[in-house]
T-cell receptor, first 118, second 114 residues
Framework: DGGITQSPKYLFRKEGQNVTLSCEQN?????MYWYRQDPGQGLRLIYY???????QKGDIAEGYSVSREKKESFPLTVTSAQKNPTAFYLCASSRTGTSGFTYQETQYFGPGTRLLVL | SQKIEQNSEALNIQEGKTATLTCNYTNYSPAYLQWYRQDPGRGPVFLLLIRENEKEKRKERLKVTFDTTLKQSLFHITASQPADSATYLC?????????????FGRGTQLTVWP
């Protein structure tokens, strides 16, 4: 069964703590994305990766970090520098990365992780 | 500044009626526009895509139109059902983007009541 998995479903962070959100896909997609969603807000792009070992900052990268060591995995770390981390985090992937780029790619989303601050 | 505006935060209609959702954009040059459905606490799911040179696209009870002169897309659900209740997001791919990344609107929450 192909798809994107995110874990955990809920995550609690203490002040000053770094936490890591997991995102795994078995769709063989090149590109992966992390979004943040706040109530009543659209999806805002945090980081994206077009290919393994490469990633770029999105619109709200401050206080976050990522890695892309494997094609299927794109973990997001919420660092203590992110002062307002409470949100719903969504990971997505799409087929095309740096090669064979087309405009019509749709994105496949995971189920999301809700991060709460204690 | 660049904006994507969806007509209202919430839309309530009676079962069997046609729901029409609006997406207007400013200062984008979209190559494609997409519509997604999002249920509470879940990730968005792709519904339809329409290209800049297409006027209309249909899929079962769904219809999307795209007017680049008005800078607007309309999303229609005909014969609406309570199961259609969800938040609908429009997203576009801008020609100026090297990645083809998606830019999302805030969404319209649709409620279909029996």
């Amino acid at each position: 069964d192909g798809g994107i998995t995110q874990s955990p479903k809920y995550l609690f962070r203490k002040e000053g703590q770094n936490v890591t959100l997991s995102c795994e896909q078995n769709l063989n997609h090149d590109a992966m994305y992390w979004y943040r969603q706040d109530p009543g807000q659209g999806l805002r792009l945090i980081y994206y990766s077009q290919i393994v070992n490469d990633f770029q900052k999105g619109d709200i990268a401050e206080g976050y970090s990522v890695s892309r060591e494997k094609k299927e995995s794109f973990p997001l770390t919420v660092t203590s520098a992110q002062k307002n981390p409470t949100a719903f985090y969504l990971c997505a992937s799409s087929r095309t990365g740096t090669s064979g780029f087309t405009y019509q790619e749709t994105q496949y989303f995971g189920p999301g992780t809700r991060l709460l601050v204690l | 500044s660049q904006k994507i505006e969806q007509n209202s935060e919430a839309l309530n209609i009676q079962e069997g009626k046609t729901a029409t959702l609006t997406c207007n954009y400013t200062n984008y040059s979209p190559a494609y526009l997409q519509w997604y459905r999002q249920d509470p606490g879940r990730g968005p799911v792709f519904l339809l895509l329409i290209r800049e040179n297409e006027k209309e696209k249909r899929k079962e009870r769904l219809k999307v139109t795209f007017d680049t002169t008005l800078k607007q897309s309309l999303f229609h659900i005909t014969a609406s059902q309570p199961a259609d209740s969800a938040t609908y997001l429009c997203a576009l791919i801008d020609r100026g983007s090297t990645l083809g990344r998606l830019y999302f609107g805030r969404g319209t929450q649709l409620t279909v009541w029996p």
